[in-house]
């Protein structure tokens, strides 16, 4: 029975491409790294928010890009257009800036992370590295290495 189950796990792995979304690690370019800092700072008091762009390999997400959509953006919040993500792109997750001390999610943020993806950042004041919190799409924390 318990063969039956992972030859199962497997073909429905190889149907359904499950394995691309499987990831144990998460790095980050420096370059997205010096562009968070500069969008957050440069959209202060106002909050900025974009999407993650990157791929998956040997279980390791490794973001390389920042997708930028439409949206409105306020001291109290940001919204983008998800809609206009072009078809074939994976939303590995979203950042976006608190024009505040904490890098804690809101309720809000905690809805954004459950429906945009698997990995996601906040960046507060005064937006410096030291101020980036990760979490997972249910708000734990989430740790990540910059390459």
Not at 52 to 62: A, C, K, M
Request: a negative charge.
């Amino acid at each position: 029975m318990l063969v039956q189950v992972m030859v199962l796990e497997k073909l429905f792995s190889k149907i359904f491409s499950i394995d691309k979304f499987k990831f144990n690690e998460v790095h980050i370019d420096q370059e997205v790294i010096d562009s968070i800092l500069w969008y957050a700072r440069s959209s202060d008091p106002n909050e900025f928010m974009a999407i993650f762009d990157g791929s998956v390999e040997n279980e390791i997400l490794h973001i390389t890009g920042l997708i930028f959509l439409p949206g409105e953006t306020s001291n109290e919040g940001a919204v983008i257009n998800t809609w206009m993500l072009p078809p074939m792109t994976t939303q590995w997750g979203s950042v976006h800036s608190h024009p505040g001390p904490s890098a804690h999610p809101s309720g809000t943020d905690f809805a954004t992370f459950a429906k945009m993806g698997l990995f996601h950042m906040i960046i507060c004041r005064p937006y410096e590295v030291e101020n980036i919190l990760a979490y997972n799409r249910y708000g734990e924390f989430a740790e990540f290495t910059i390459v």
